[in-house]
């Protein structure tokens, strides 16, 4: 006899997508709703981007050294200067620093990505193949799970982290998107699932235990990631 299998849901993590109608943010970019569909892990790492370049263009953790005239970067093996790299001098560096963390100094390493320490990217599987294929016309799509710095600091000291709408990615806290990698939840080649901005309710049943392969069902309107397993 053929063994019953059912999804049921086992985990759910807060999670902030972008606002259900497209605004322009603080910042001058638009924010826009997270595009709903199904998706599948690609990979995790430390974000640098090109469009966000300020900030985002040198990796989280990046070694500073301070020469009290400029901040020094250790990007790529090699030291240069952050503001050669960003425009940003060592006061702006300093003064983000006492934003985040409440002291005026250039920290060990660079704290301030966009993207926070950890990334992960998605893409649509055309060919339902479970890896992604370039000569498919895959690529990895423009919106990501990622933390920020405001709530890497909040995290690191150790205050509540309130997470906020994002341009159009999905937000997630810092211990909560290492738990799910280290949990195998965001494991490449897993599905992933945005749903509309209209859905209000989840349609899994909450269980204890299951087993993979697990799936990441994101509720933007309800701010709600759910991790989706097996019941035998």
């Not at 972008?18 to 709703?33: C, N, Q, R, S």
């Amino acid at each position: 006899m053929a063994q019953t299998t059912v999804k049921v849901r086992i985990a759910e993590y807060v999670a902030f997508g972008g606002p259900a109608t497209p605004v322009v943010a603080p910042d001058g970019f638009t924010a826009g709703p997270t595009d709903p569909g199904e998706y599948v892990v690609a990979y995790c790492g430390k974000h640098r981007s090109k469009r966000y370049k300020t900030w985002s263009s040198i990796p989280w953790g990046a070694k500073l050294k301070d020469t009290r005239t400029d901040v020094m970067v250790e990007v790529d093996g090699k030291w240069k200067s952050a503001t050669k790299l960003t425009g940003v001098s060592r006061a702006d560096v300093m003064s983000y620093n006492q934003q985040l963390y409440g002291s005026r100094v250039v920290p060990g390493e660079w704290v301030f990505n966009d993207f926070g320490h950890m990334t992960c990217y998605f893409f649509k599987d055309k060919n339902q193949n479970g890896r992604l294929d370039p000569k498919a016309g895959e690529k990895i799509s423009g919106e990501f799970f990622h933390t920020t710095p405001a709530d890497e600091a909040a995290t690191k000291l150790n205050v509540p982290v309130q997470l906020d709408e994002s341009h159009g990615c999905i937000h997630l806290k810092p211990n909560d998107i290492d738990e799910l990698i280290a949990k195998k939840y965001m494991r490449k080649g897993n599905r992933i699932v945005v749903h509309k901005y209209t859905e209000h309710s989840i349609g899994y049943s909450l269980a204890p235990h299951a087993v993979p392969p697990f799936e990441l069902h994101f509720y933007p309107a309800l701010n709600k990631l759910v991790v989706v397993g097996t019941r035998r």
